[in-house]
């Protein structure tokens, strides 16, 4: 088995200007699961509660994820998160975060789990993070992803499991809060020095950009002009990053840069509808279409520029 995700499986209520969802599949490990699925077999380690259907299980099992580590309290609810978007789309505003069976987890992985070769620390409890890259001591490559709710409530929690990972996948109002620094390329140095061998920033409408000790990328988000609901793009990106990593041996720099590119064409899809209905109908062939327009939309000609002759010195 080649990528586990551990993360939350919810349910979604979710308001932005264009329409709402009283309550729709969501959480942080279904979104990551179902993007990386288009690169590689997934494994998702998580819980859900009696209320979870067969209806939802089956949106796993249409893009062949394992669920065999996917716990289920009967007696218990599956964790709910509301939020609401106004028309800057960039930023989520939490109503309501609802732990329900998250509460107690505690993440037991099967010994064909713990065998991953790369794993994603989906956004979650940091302490369960902690738990979980205990269990994975031989992975290849293991990522992070939090969100302002932990740096608020736990921030050293937080810490501790980004100085046992190698990658760090989080937005930029969360690396700035997390530094407390308001210079991006600041925050990203001390995020790095506190172990993480990569930063990968995302940025919204303005896209992602990668920070490693010797080397920076940066890409714009595909231009797209009818965004519908962002939930799930930061997931739906690192599903896509991870995904790609855990199809290619070896990882070096212009993998990664791949992976970036990989990352924001799954979110691009992500966003045009809600929750995850665009992404459970992709295909490859739109996947790799979005890939290429990345492509030219970043190519440019490196031509030395030379001052044209005026007669003058030009100085
Ligand atoms: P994002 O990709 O950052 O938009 O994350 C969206 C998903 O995160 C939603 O589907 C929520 O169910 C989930 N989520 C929201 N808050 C939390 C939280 N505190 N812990 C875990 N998952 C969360």
Do not use: C
Not at 138 to 153: H, K, P, Q, R
């Amino acid at each position: 088995m080649s990528l586990l995700v551990v993360g939350s499986v919810a349910f979604d209520a979710v308001e932005t200007p264009f329409g709402k969802r009283e309550r729709m599949l969501g959480g942080s490990a279904t979104h990551f699961g179902l993007s990386a699925s288009f690169f590689t077999d997934v494994r998702v380690v998580g819980v859900v509660g009696g209320d979870f259907g067969e209806e939802e299980m089956s949106v796993f099992g249409e893009r062949g994820i394992d669920t065999d580590d996917l716990e289920r309290v009967e007696g218990g609810k599956t964790f709910f998160w509301s939020g609401r978007y106004d028309f800057d789309l960039n930023t989520a505003h939490t109503l309501d975060t609802q732990l329900n069976v998250f509460a107690d987890f505690k993440p037991k992985l099967s010994d064909e789990s713990r065998r991953a070769r790369m794993v994603f620390l989906g956004n979650i409890q940091p302490d369960l993070q902690r738990e979980v890259r205990e269990q994975v001591r031989g992975a290849e490559l293991v990522a992070l992803d939090t969100m302002n709710y932990w740096i608020t409530s736990v921030p050293d929690a937080v810490r501790e499991a980004i100085s046992a990972v190698d990658v760090v996948i989080i937005n930029d109002a969360e690396a700035r809060q997390l530094t407390g620094e308001p210079n991006l390329i600041k925050a990203a140095r001390k995020i790095l020095s506190w172990g993480p061998r990569a930063l990968v920033v995302k940025r919204g409408e303005y896209g992602a950009a990668m920070f490693t000790a010797e080397s920076y990328f940066a890409i714009p988000a595909y231009p797209l002009e009818a965004v519908f609901d962002p939930t799930g793009a930061g997931d739906t990106f690192a599903g896509g990053f991870m995904g790609y990593l855990a199809s290619r041996d070896p990882i070096d720099d212009d993998t990664l840069r791949r992976a970036i590119i990989f990352g924001s064409v799954m979110a691009s899809f992500n966003v045009e509808e809600f929750g995850t209905e665009r992404v459970r109908r992709l295909t490859h062939e739109e996947i790799n279409r979005r890939f290429r327009d990345f492509k030219r939309m970043t190519h440019f000609e490196e031509i030395p520029f030379e001052r044209a002759a005026s007669g003058k010195s030009g100085v």
